[in-house]
């Protein structure tokens, strides 16, 4: 795996326990002070933005690693004898 990838996947876990965190800092100190016409909005966006995140970032490695296996087939196609 590449150096990137690395980097990109430990980015992402990063991202989701921050997220996690301030999810549970959130709901600790602020969830039974607010209506429930702000809570369940906050509460949706937030499964959304803790569900996404990673998935984003998994999408973008892949088409990362997408793009590098067509580069690769392209230059060894460019690389062939057109005769065989």
Known sequence: MI???MVAI???ILATLAVIWLIYFFLSRYWAVW???VTVPLCIVGAVIAI???IH???RI???K???EAQRQASTALDR???D
């Open 52 to 54: 996404g995140s990673p």
């Open 35 to 37: 209506p429930p016409w």
């Open 57 to 59: 970032t998994l999408l």
């Open 10 to 12: 430990f980015a992402a």
């Open 66 to 68: 997408l793009g590098r």
């Open 62 to 64: 892949s088409d990362r």
């Open 3 to 5: 150096r990137r990838d």
């Open 81 to 83: 004898d057109p005769d």
